[in-house]
């Protein structure tokens, strides 16, 4: 059993946790996950590492409610337990030799943006840390995204905080205005992905895309979240879950993650009734 140190909400739908997971903590790295399971009738979802503390020996984990299982989790407050936490699993981000990087979040992926803007920004290298919401309630980890960055820049769709922009016509800015980047790390929705992939190809940049489609045994036994990179089959559990972006089928991703839209809006919506007889 695995005790929830502390919980916060960052917006109405997005919740951080930390978890008490020693074994965990001692090994993780930014751009790793964990699965994880509620309790013994729960199923096992991924969610990637958002921060670590090996001296408390906790794992921090950011989650947006979508399903059922994150409803079950957000119901979790401190001081109670998850059955299971496994990890860390993946491969860690490579930050090696690298002087100057952009890294672009869009909506909760910038909760994963966030530690590896950290890990590159601690070992010297000069992070523009470009993050896009919807709108200003929206946003999450201001701080913590200035304090790992050299330049911090915000876009919200409807222009309520920071730029009216998206992400990538912020990073066009930086690029277009003499930003010498040895790579770009995109880490958000599939269509932002995609679109930030696009661009930078068109400046010959190296880019790297986070994938996390939906994931089950984290072992690549299931073949659960294979997808298409250069034209090869990989599992993101065990090959990534970071690829190049200019080599991904992003339209194959997008229409296998679609198929699972209407059973985690089922499974939302059991959940919440569950719990509404429960108070009742």
Same mark, same amino acid.
């Given at each position: 059993?695995? @005790?929830?140190?502390?919980? @916060?909400?960052?917006?109405?739908?997005?919740?951080?946790?930390?978890?008490?997971?020693?074994?965990?903590?001692?090994?993780?790295?930014?751009?790793?996950?964990?699965?994880?399971?509620?309790?013994?009738? #729960?199923?096992?979802?991924?969610?990637?590492?958002?921060?670590?503390?090996?001296?408390? #020996? &906790?794992?921090?984990?950011?989650?947006? *409610?979508? #399903?059922?299982? %994150?409803?079950?989790?957000?119901?979790?407050?401190?001081?109670?337990?998850?059955?299971?936490?496994?990890?860390?699993?993946?491969?860690?981000?490579? %930050?090696?030799?690298?002087?100057?990087?952009? *890294?672009?979040?869009?909506?909760?992926?910038?909760?994963?943006?966030?530690?590896?803007?950290?890990?590159?920004?601690? *070992?010297?290298?000069?992070?523009?840390?470009?993050?896009?919401?919807?709108?200003? $309630?929206?946003?999450?980890?201001?701080?913590?995204?200035?304090?790992?960055?050299?330049?911090?820049?915000?876009?919200?769709?409807?222009?309520?905080? #920071?730029?009216?922009?998206?992400?990538?016509?912020?990073?066009?800015?930086?690029?277009?205005?003499?930003?010498?980047?040895? @790579?770009?790390?995109?880490?958000?929705?599939?269509?932002?992905?995609?679109?930030?992939?696009?661009?930078?190809?068109?400046?010959?940049?190296? %880019? +790297? +895309?986070?994938?996390?489609?939906?994931?089950?045994?984290?072992?690549?036994?299931?073949?659960?979240?294979?997808? &298409? *990179?250069?034209?090869?089959?990989?599992?993101?559990?065990?090959?990534?879950?970071?690829? $190049?972006?200019?080599?991904?089928?992003?339209?194959?991703?997008?229409?296998?993650?679609?198929?699972?839209?209407?059973?985690?809006?089922?499974?939302? $919506?059991?959940?919440?009734?569950?719990?509404?007889?429960?108070?009742?």
């Amino acid at each position: 059993m695995y @005790r929830i140190v502390t919980k @916060r909400p960052l917006n109405p739908t997005v919740t951080l946790m930390e978890v008490e997971a020693p074994a965990v903590a001692r090994k993780a790295q930014p751009g790793q996950f964990i699965i994880l399971r509620v309790d013994e009738q #729960g199923e096992r979802i991924p969610l990637t590492i958002a921060d670590f503390d090996r001296e408390k #020996g &906790t794992v921090t984990i950011i989650f947006q *409610v979508v #399903g059922g299982t %994150t409803e079950k989790l957000n119901h979790k407050e401190a001081g109670d337990f998850l059955q299971d936490f496994v990890g860390p699993l993946g491969r860690a981000t490579e %930050t090696g030799g690298l002087k100057r990087v952009a *890294v672009v979040g869009g909506g909760v992926g910038t909760a994963i943006a966030y530690p590896v803007a950290k890990k590159l920004h601690d *070992v010297g290298c000069h992070v523009d840390l470009i993050v896009g919401f919807r709108t200003r $309630d929206l946003v999450i980890l201001e701080d913590e995204f200035r304090a790992a960055s050299a330049q911090l820049l915000i876009g919200t769709d409807d222009g309520s905080y #920071g730029r009216k922009a998206l992400v990538t016509d912020l990073l066009r800015e930086q690029i277009e205005a003499g930003a010498q980047y040895d @790579r770009v790390i995109a880490i958000g929705p599939i269509p932002m992905m995609k679109f930030v992939s696009l661009l930078t190809k068109e400046y010959n940049i190296p %880019t +790297v +895309v986070s994938m996390n489609p939906i994931m089950i045994d984290g072992t690549g036994m299931c073949g659960g979240c294979r997808l &298409t *990179v250069g034209g090869q089959t990989k599992f993101a559990c065990v090959d990534g879950p970071e690829f $190049d972006g200019h080599q991904v089928d992003f339209d194959e991703a997008m229409a296998r993650g679609a198929v699972y839209r209407d059973f985690e809006r089922h499974a939302h $919506d059991a959940a919440c009734n569950l719990f509404r007889q429960e108070v009742q």
